[in-house]
Structures are given as C-alpha cells and as structure tokens.
C-alpha cells in the first residue's frame, strides 16, 4: 500500500518570499511522484513528477522539487512566490508497471501569497 | 492541446434525484477516472475504467455507478442523490500503456444536492 502526507494544510507566505510545501510518502515499491496545482475553481494540472534520475526535478512557473529517498519526501520548492501562485497543492504517487497502477493524493496544501 | 471537459461546472439538485455527470476526453486515453475531492480529504477515487465498458471500483464507490459506452466518454451517476455527495467532482484520464504518465483533469463538477 501507498501513502502520501502533505503535514501543512495551509501555509500562508508574503509576495517575493521563498516557500516550501511538504510531502512525504510511503510505499513498499518504487514509486512516481508528482505534484499538481488547483486554481480557484478549477482541475488538477501537472506541475512537475519524478520519475527517475535526477533527484532535483525542475517544473512550470518556477516551482522545483527535491526527491529524497532515504527521508521519503518529495517537497516543493519555489524561491520567491507571486500573487498568482495562490492555489491548492496536491502532492501524489503512483506505482510503477503498466496498465493502471492507483495514484494517491495528499490531503492538499493550500498556499496563500499575501500581498 | 489536450482536453478533458466535465458537462457542467455547477449543479444543484434534489435528494432523491438521479444525477449524471459526463466527462469527455479527446487524447484517446483508454483509462479514465472519477473522483471526488472535499476540504481536508483531497481527492478520493471513486470508479475508474480501463476500456470501454470495462469498469473497477475505487475507494468510495457505495452510491455510485458509472458507464463507458465510448472510448471518450465516461459518466457518473448517483441513483438517488443525497445530502452527503455534495461535493466537487473531478474526472480524468490517461494513457493506459503509458506507466508514467500523469493523468489529465477536467475543470470539475461542484455539485449541490439539497
């Protein structure tokens, strides 16, 4: 079985100041990670996954993350934070193999950039 | 540009009804998924289909059934609606043959049932 744990439900942030999301995770198997974004009344769109190699995963609109095996995280990382960035956060892991393997999503984070 | 469209943003309904929500995809995605996300739960899988007319629960499947009729379309229904699936409603889809692939989501469905 897998896991996934975002600890932060809300993490508020000032404009233009740096801002990490937490995620760790679980899983008896190699796994997938991903992170999504959720816009105010809106879907899921992908932000950034790991899938192998390179454990700094770089994604869209700025936003990094650091896959780390031995501590089983996955956080999220962006260096300085805009007013658009304002959205729910959605850390997930998948199982490797073909066919459908389940995702599992984190309870999401909610990043709120005050002006 | 891939695309998933859900058949209603909003949605108000009465206890009791039957209510079907339809999601459309045209990537030729084999797998497709409903879930439904409320605050503090994130989402949650409640029938997922591999094929057409193929289908398998997910974890919340109780008052819930679902149809794949075509490759594209997949629809959620509630029999008889109730207070407690007032909630968003997300469908997406993926490459079934694709191990690493994300899956694709639709804008969502924020349904109402009073």
């Known amino acids: 079985a897998q896991s996934v744990t975002q600890l932060d439900s809300q993490v508020p942030v000032f404009e233009e100041a740096p801002v990490e999301l937490r995620c760790n995770y679980s899983?008896?198997?190699?796994?997938?990670l991903f992170w999504y974004v959720q816009y105010p009344n809106q879907g899921l769109q992908l932000l950034l996954k790991y899938l192998s190699g390179s454990t700094l995963v770089k994604g869209i609109n700025g936003f990094e993350a650091e896959f780390n095996k031995s501590q089983t995280s996955f956080h999220l990382r962006k260096p300085s934070v805009h007013i658009s960035d304002t959205a729910e956060y959605f850390c997930?892991?998948?199982?490797?193999?073909?066919?459908?393997?389940?995702?599992?999503f984190g309870t999401g984070t909610k990043l709120q950039v005050i002006p | 540009d891939v695309k998933v469209t859900q058949s209603s943003r909003y949605l108000v309904k009465r206890t009791g009804e039957k209510v079907f929500l339809e999601c459309v995809q045209d990537?030729?995605?084999?797998?497709m998924f409903w879930y439904r996300q409320d605050p503090g739960l994130g989402l949650r899988l409640i029938y997922f289909s591999y094929d057409v007319k193929m289908k398998e629960k997910g974890d919340i499947p109780e008052g819930y059934s679902v149809s794949r009729e075509k490759k594209e379309r997949f629809s959620l229904i509630l029999e008889s609606a109730s207070t407690n699936q007032t909630s968003m409603y997300l469908c997406a889809s993926s490459h079934r043959h694709r191990e690493e692939e994300t899956q694709y989501f639709g804008p969502g469905t924020r349904l109402l049932v009073l």
């Open positions: 990537m030729d995605h084999e797998n």
């Open positions: 899983s008896s198997v190699s796994v997938y």
């Open positions: 997930a892991v998948k199982g490797p193999g073909g066919g459908y393997q389940k995702v599992t």
